[in-house]
């Protein structure tokens, strides 16, 4: 009979713990398999966790989030109060982690772990050409350009309506989830702590949520709504949400938005132009971009560094590129300017005979 003891305090939750963890780490193996949750199980799952979070119009992920946070660092004051072993106490609080660990993969971070932009759509790869680089700069910056509108104000309901719209033309292609009409952005728990690290928006995975900074700038705000949309929608990748939001975006009829993608690829392109071309070739391009233009980017960048907390913006930067190159984006936080990358291999395949 001692000999079977061990097995009698094996708890049927820890049993179902690790065989989801098993599944997880089998999916996070597989591309295939990855593809096959965000295309079968994400969806129903995505509806569910949505419909429910929808009934409440501040962010259940985040009061999950910071409650967590909050009871694991008080949890142990409170074991030890009762009593409790130190070992009990690591372990229950490791076996919370778990958890969680578990249900963010389950509910969204599988994503992370289907296949590639390139492999998914059948779109081939552009190799990285001088010639083709400087006709997409010249093709932007005239967009840019013809595209400026003062943007003082803009209407929320609107941009909500034109995104949705945007994507159920183009979900099908690469491989979304079709927006359902009852979703909407919710505001940031603490804002003045995601506006200190620079955060505009992020898809809140434990509730398919996406929440957006109340500090954004109305000509950010279309652009900032369609890329975190794509998150909810599916996509892991920075850069496909960015070429989503602006592919979303670029398309509508509304002024303000088209400008709104034009206005949020800036700083990648900028990044971009700077690594690739000569010193003197960069300036003269740069010279291009209209004064109007200018003087929204200066004064966007000087808003938000106002806001900005080095410190702790610095640690949250380096977290995050630890996290994204953890699951399966190798280029870390440098991911957001590939979507340059994906903009040139998508108008090479529109354009090729």
């Known amino acids: 009979m001692k000999g079977t003891e061990w097995i009698k305090k094996i708890r049927i939750r820890w049993i179902i713990l690790a065989a989801g963890l098993v599944l997880v780490w089998c999916v996070q193996a597989s591309p295939a398999a990855g593809e096959w949750y965000a295309r079968n199980v994400y969806p129903p799952v995505s509806f569910l966790l949505s ?30 109060w009762r009593k409790r072993r130190w070992a009990v106490i690591a372990g229950r609080m490791a076996e919370y982690l778990f958890w969680i660990y578990l249900w963010f993969y389950l509910a969204w971070g599988l994503n992370y772990f ?21 006709s997409f700069l010249s093709a932007y910056t005239d967009s840019l350009n013809a595209s400026f509108v003062p943007v003082e104000a803009i209407d929320k309901a609107v941009v909500a309506a034109e995104t949705k719209k945007g994507y159920r033309e ?24 995601m506006s200190g690290v620079g955060v505009l928006g992020y898809m809140g995975p434990f509730f398919t949520e996406y929440n957006l900074n ?31 939001g602006f592919l979303v975006c670029a398309r509508s009829e509304v002024p303000e938005i088209r400008f709104s993608a034009y206005f949020a690829l800036l700083p990648y392109v900028l990044g971009n132009a700077y690594g690739l071309l000569p010193e003197e070739e960069f300036n ?68 090729r005979d």
Request: proline share 7%; charged share 20%.
């Open 51 to 80: 419909r429910f979070s929808s009934l409440f119009p501040f962010s259940v992920g985040d009061c999950l989030i910071y409650g967590s946070i909050i009871g694991l660092c008080l949890y142990p004051f409170y074991a030890r």
């Open 114 to 134: 289907r296949k590639d932009f390139f492999t998914r759509t059948e779109i081939p790869y552009a190799a990285y050409s001088a010639d083709t680089f400087r």
């Open 170 to 193: 183009i979900d099908g292609r690469f491989g979304l989830v079709r927006p359902a009409g009852y979703l909407r952005p919710k505001p940031m728990l603490i804002p003045s702590l």
């Open 214 to 244: 109340p500090k954004l700038l109305p000509v950010q705000y279309p652009f900032t709504y369609a890329h975190e949309m794509a998150h909810v929608l599916g996509i892991s990748s920075e850069a496909e949400a960015n070429l989503y």
């Open 284 to 351: 003269a391009w740069k010279a291009t971009i209209s004064p109007e233009v200018k003087d929204l980017y200066n004064r966007k960048t000087a808003y938000w560094q106002s806001l900005y907390s080095p410190l702790i913006g610095e640690v949250q930067s380096t977290a995050y590129n630890w996290f994204l190159k953890g699951n399966n984006i190798p280029s870390g936080r440098k991911n957001y300017s590939e979507v340059v990358a994906l903009l040139m291999a998508l108008y090479n395949n529109e354009h």
